[in-house]
């Protein structure tokens, strides 16, 4: 499990050095990478999502799979309660953006790598479920909670976007076994491909203009890992660990994929509505740094509180 972490977060580092390494050749300047950040969120994003329900129906595998868009809603909505708790709103502090980090998390790039290696193609498809319902809040809590627009066209809109749409296209297709022409879904997954290496090349461009020593010294951003690593997913470790009646490969992928890191999003959210994008990215980094050895502690606490009750 430690390795496995290790060696994504290496990935994830290597990619966006790359970006890292654009923006300081100015291969990528400011206004191509916020052109990348809607491309990701927009075109890519939404692929991922519709070609995960491109599989053959089961009934125990459609039954697990309400479960955890069960189960998922109710995560999402205690982290959502709890980022309201430990994050107070103050004149002159990023608190949306603390907000948003301590809430979302990498549950795709990261969560899905590490889920395959754990629970295989099984885990997988069950992460959908809950990769399903943060795109559904993401785009309706975290893109209120970012741009500040709180009017309820804000929220009709969200339903319009491209991700949604996909969800729903996904769903229809799984349950009523639609299946794309084999080109379509070859092409498709190129695309689903660029998911991880893109938003993080953006967000390594971005990063590119991070104070590093400012970084290292700003408290706050070590608080806010600490709630989206530790604090809240082991909150939730408890519940879950006395839900003895559902598959272990639920329960666990959404502890996983709650667990994981920062999500890039905030970044690239962040630079779509003009927020303080270095300091989204700044979390981001450090998250997904430290999330090397939460991430093995909130599994191994998980599993302790379920053998003892």
Same mark, same amino acid.
């Given at each position: 499990?430690?390795?496995?972490?290790?060696?994504?977060?290496?990935?994830?580092?290597?990619?966006?050095?790359?970006?890292?390494?654009?923006?300081?050749?100015?291969?990528?300047?400011?206004?191509?990478?916020?052109?990348?950040?809607? =491309?990701? &969120?927009? #075109?890519?994003?939404?692929? *991922? $999502?519709?070609? %995960?329900? @491109?599989?053959?129906? /089961?009934?125990?595998?459609?039954?697990?799979?309400?479960?955890?868009?069960?189960?998922?809603?109710?995560?999402?909505?205690?982290?959502?309660?709890?980022?309201?708790?430990?994050?107070?709103?103050?004149?002159?502090?990023?608190?949306?953006?603390?907000?948003?980090?301590?809430?979302?998390?990498?549950?795709?790039?990261?969560?899905?790598?590490?889920?395959?290696?754990?629970?295989?193609?099984?885990?997988?498809?069950?992460?959908?479920?809950?990769?399903?319902? =943060?795109? &559904?809040? #993401?785009?309706?809590?975290? *893109? $209120?909670?970012? %741009?500040? @627009?709180?009017?309820? /066209?804000?929220?009709?809109?969200?339903?319009?976007?491209?991700?949604?749409?996909?969800?729903?296209?996904?769903?229809?297709?799984?349950?009523?076994?639609?299946?794309?022409?084999?080109?379509?879904?070859?092409?498709?997954?190129?695309?689903?491909?660029?998911?991880?290496?893109?938003?993080?090349?953006?967000?390594?461009?971005?990063?590119?203009?991070?104070?590093?020593?400012?970084?290292?010294?700003?408290?706050?951003?070590?608080?806010?890992?600490?709630?989206?690593?530790?604090?809240?997913?082991?909150?939730?470790? *408890?519940?879950?660990?006395?839900?003895?009646?559902?598959?272990?490969?639920?329960?666990?992928?959404?502890?996983?994929?709650?667990?994981?890191?920062?999500?890039?999003?905030?970044?690239?959210?962040?630079?779509?509505?003009?927020?303080?994008?270095?300091?989204?990215?700044?979390?981001?980094?450090?998250?997904?740094?430290?999330?090397?050895?939460?991430?093995?502690?909130?599994?191994?606490?998980?599993?302790?509180?379920?053998?003892?009750?």
């Amino acid at each position: 499990m430690a390795s496995t972490i290790l060696n994504q977060t290496i990935i994830m580092l290597i990619l966006i050095g790359v970006g890292v390494v654009c923006a300081k050749t100015k291969l990528i300047s400011e206004a191509s990478n916020k052109d990348l950040s809607k =491309f990701v &969120l927009q #075109v890519v994003n939404p692929v *991922v $999502i519709f070609v %995960s329900y @491109q599989r053959e129906y /089961r009934t125990e595998l459609a039954k697990n799979l309400l479960l955890t868009f069960v189960l998922s809603v109710g995560a999402m909505a205690a982290l959502v309660l709890l980022s309201y708790v430990f994050v107070r709103k103050k004149e002159g502090k990023e608190f949306e953006i603390e907000r948003f980090s301590s809430v979302y998390s990498n549950c795709g790039f990261m969560g899905i790598p590490l889920v395959n290696a754990i629970y295989h193609e099984e885990g997988v498809f069950y992460l959908t479920a809950f990769i399903t319902v =943060f795109n &559904l809040v #993401v785009w309706t809590h975290g *893109v $209120i909670l970012i %741009s500040g @627009q709180k009017d309820l /066209r804000q929220v009709v809109k969200v339903f319009y976007s491209p991700t949604i749409i996909s969800i729903l296209l996904g769903l229809i297709t799984f349950f009523a076994q639609v299946k794309l022409p084999e080109t379509a879904l070859t092409a498709l997954g190129y695309i689903k491909d660029m998911n991880t290496p893109v938003a993080m090349i953006v967000s390594g461009v971005t990063i590119a203009a991070t104070n590093v020593p400012k970084l290292l010294k700003n408290i706050r951003v070590y608080y806010v890992c600490f709630l989206k690593l530790l604090v809240m997913p082991l909150i939730l470790a *408890v519940p879950f660990s006395l839900l003895h009646g559902v598959d272990e490969i639920v329960r666990m992928t959404i502890l996983i994929a709650a667990a994981a890191p920062p999500a890039a999003m905030c970044t690239l959210l962040s630079i779509r509505y003009g927020k303080n994008s270095i300091y989204s990215s700044e979390i981001f980094t450090a998250g997904t740094i430290l999330s090397v050895g939460s991430l093995p502690l909130v599994v191994k606490f998980t599993e302790y509180l379920t053998k003892m009750s």
